[in-house]
């Protein structure tokens, strides 16, 4: 997913790496084919 205008800068980066993070230990306890979503 691409981030809106607005979240660009260091503070976008840093949610953005915050986000994977939270990604990937979700997947190692759902199955990936099961898509978690935070909105």
Known sequence: ???P????????VE??????KQNKQEHTVNPPSVPTQHF
């Open 15 to 20: 949610k953005n790496t915050a986000v994977k």
């Open 5 to 12: 205008p607005y979240k660009t800068g260091t503070t976008g």
């Open 1 to 3: 997913m691409k981030e």
